[in-house]
């Protein structure tokens, strides 16, 4: 009876109490969300990006500053926009303290969890020994692959070095067909989402390796290039024997070209060098000739052209020297000329011609 009492009486007593515990739940829920309000703070309750940037404003008249607190630790001054630290995989606790628009002080606490991020898959590779999945991941965490069909579902787990990599090998027989697979991050009992989901197609058999024939590595050397093998690559090989004659014809074309270039080149030089020494200083009046007018030119001397230049007008005041007109001739010989002045011979020769 007595224990039936202290039941009742409890009963009634929760009763009592439950409309006010609601009623301090709902305000502390309306207030918490007034702050936010405030703060114009939107901060996800779940992310994994460790590095999250969040964007707030100062309700204050006076603007006097936004602190925040990460867990329990002391209080530093922030603005808009902030970028959290690189926080660690797990729960975090963020403390805003800043003044109302009445200058009054206020508190306002959100809880951060950071997860790992989805892993990396790679394209799954198959051969002999089985199925291999590769990818990359968060460092020291753990993978767990899933990997499913409308016949069958295998979950796999493997480690991730402290380089971010991962491996894992299926090595068990499944059934052909299309599998879907996928992946999440598991570190310090906080999970990540799961991957983009891959697809693999296991309908090709697998090679068996006792039918494979081993076989030696291949090696070429030009002595070993017999008379039987040209034949059988001319034969077999029509297209190949023909670009390798365009090729050597194309190489020969273009040797020849070089070498014509080049020996013109060679010419033109030997050409100034002699032109060069031809070259003297002349009048303003006078031209210069060129290589071929003095080469053309037989009065020209070629080792020494200025000096054969003055031997020939010295020749030619000569020559102006030495001819006479027919009048001064006849002067000189008239004593021995037989005609008269009307060019009639005389009656002096006509006698001496009959004595004789």
């Known amino acids: 009876m007595k224990l039936k009492k202290i039941t009742l009486l409890l009963l009634l007593c929760f009763a009592f109490f439950l409309p006010f515990n609601t009623f301090a739940q709902d305000g502390n829920e309306k207030t918490k969300s007034s702050l936010e309000d405030m703060l114009d703070l939107e901060i996800p309750e779940i992310t994994d990006n460790p590095s999250l940037i969040i964007n707030f404003s100062d309700p204050s008249k006076e603007k006097s500053g936004v602190e925040l607190s990460l867990d329990e630790k002391e209080f530093i001054k922030i603005e808009s ?69 409308n016949n069958k579902m ?138 071929l007018e003095k080469l053309k030119d037989k009065t020209v001397n070629i080792e020494n052209p200025s000096v054969l230049k003055e031997e020939k007008k010295t020749d030619e005041s000569v020559k102006e020297k030495k001819v006479i007109s027919k009048v001064d001739f006849l002067e000189n010989f008239k004593s021995h000329d037989p005609d008269n002045e009307k060019g009639k011979e005389s009656e002096d020769s006509k006698e001496e011609k009959k004595s004789k």
Request: charged letters at 25%; proline letters at 5%.
């Open 154 to 291: 295998i979950v796999k787990q493997a480690e991730v070095d402290q380089d971010g990599l991962w491996t894992l090998t299926l090595t068990e027989e499944i059934p052909q067909g299309l599998y879907t697979f996928s992946a999440f991050t598991k570190k310090y009992g906080y999970s990540s989402e799961l991957a983009e989901p891959l697809i693999l197609d296991v309908s090709e058999r697998k090679i068996d390796d006792s039918n494979t024939e081993t076989t030696n590595p291949i090696h070429f050397a030009f002595k070993d290039f017999t008379r039987e093998d040209f034949n059988q690559l001319t034969t077999n090989h029509i297209d190949l024997l023909v670009l390798s004659i365009a090729l050597f014809l194309i190489g020969l074309l273009l040797g020849i070209l070089l070498f014509s270039v080049s020996k013109k080149k060679e010419e033109n030089r030997v050409v100034k060098e002699v032109e060069k020494k031809f070259v003297k200083p002349t009048s303003e009046n006078e031209k210069s000739l060129t290589l």
């Open 81 to 149: 926009p902030f970028t959290l630290p690189a926080l660690s995989i797990g729960d975090h606790s963020l403390t805003f303290r800043f003044l109302d628009q009445y200058d009054v002080s206020q508190t306002l606490t959100k809880n951060l969890i950071i997860t790992p991020r989805p892993p990396v898959l790679n394209t799954p590779i198959i051969n002999n020994d089985g199925i291999n999945f590769t990818g990359r991941a968060l460092a020291g965490s753990e993978i767990t692959l899933i990997l499913n069909s």
